[in-house]
């Protein structure tokens, strides 16, 4: 087995290597002087089981395209299979056509990823469960509830506590973690005026007197949580902590979450963490190496890797 890694998110793939107890893969990935993706390895991965692990974050073209030229340099050298390990799957918001004359981002970017040559697929909370479909390969979906499940017992008091679905879309993850705590469920209802701008409009559920945790796949900008937050402490909530597996935060939004009513937004390190990140005050990250790890393990030995979550 190797493990291969672009410069998407090297530390946590690092702390794979770890878990793994092997070293990374010696390889170059570097840029040519017009900005160009050059890629060497340099060990032999002749008959090899490779795993590339790379987050299709910002930059996310730039790190797309490490990728699809990994798995090329791979495939051209003979590695008996290559497993794409994306634990952010980037350009998953646009699944579907919304309105006319828009594309299928994420369809394009799964062909993309097959025709390079990968034979499977390794991710974590996609953005919509129907994306596993896109891939006409083998496509395991990782789920962060048991990682939030288990922090959440660590560092919180069940009592008074109340999960909460930033939107109706993401109703289904958030009542996932509150089955695993035994808590009660509610639910933001907001409306999306144009992409990145949300509105809230009305609580659905009794939060008055509960210490709120909002559930979510991605935070970018920041303000679906500030919104929610703000929503939340009016109807009555006495605190709102927010746990999100992606930590995209775009520009301003550590920012703007630190100026939030917010207790904490915590986050998994599957984008790796920035300097604004580092000094917002509020934003605490969590480890996804030993899930990947584990995952990447099960794959190679051909266990079970659903079997993590029963």
Do not use: W
């Not at 993309?112 to 596993?132: C, E, K, P, S, Y």
């Amino acid at each position: 087995m190797k493990l291969v890694t672009g410069n998407s998110n090297r530390a946590l793939a690092q702390a794979v290597a770890s878990y793994l107890e092997i070293p990374l893969t010696d390889c170059t990935v570097r840029r040519f002087a017009d900005k160009e993706v050059y890629v060497e390895v340099h060990e032999n991965v002749r008959g090899e089981d490779v795993f590339i692990l790379q987050s299709t974050s910002f930059p996310a073209n730039d790190n797309l395209m490490e990728l699809l030229i990994l798995t090329d340099a791979l495939r051209r050298s003979s590695a008996r299979r290559i497993t794409a390990v994306v634990p952010y799957f980037g350009y998953a918001r646009q699944d579907r056509r919304a309105t006319g004359r828009t594309p299928i981002s994420a369809k394009l970017v799964a062909n993309l990823i097959t025709q390079a040559g990968v034979n499977r697929v390794i991710t974590l909370d996609l953005h919509a469960a129907q994306i596993q479909g896109f891939f006409d390969i083998p496509t395991d979906n990782l789920y962060g509830a048991p990682i939030i499940t288990s922090d959440i017992l660590d560092n919180y008091n069940l009592k008074n506590t109340m999960i909460v679905s930033p939107d109706v879309g993401g109703v289904a993850r958030a009542r996932a973690v509150a089955q695993r705590l035994g808590t009660d469920l509610a639910i933001v209802d907001k409306r999306r005026p144009k992409a990145g701008v949300s509105e809230v409009m009305n609580i659905i559920g009794e939060v008055e007197g509960q210490a709120c945790i909002l559930i979510d796949d991605i935070v970018d900008s920041g303000g679906t949580l500030v919104n929610a937050a703000e929503a939340l402490l009016k109807a009555g909530a006495k605190e709102v902590s927010a746990y999100i597996t992606h930590g995209v935060l775009s520009e301003g939004a550590s920012e703007r979450i630190a100026a939030s009513k917010l207790k904490e937004l915590v986050v998994t390190d599957s984008i790796e963490e920035t300097e604004a990140q580092r000094q917002a005050g509020k934003i605490r990250r969590m480890s996804i190496a030993p899930l990947i790890g584990e995952a990447i393990a099960r794959t190679a030995s051909e266990q079970s890797v659903s079997s993590l979550f029963d």
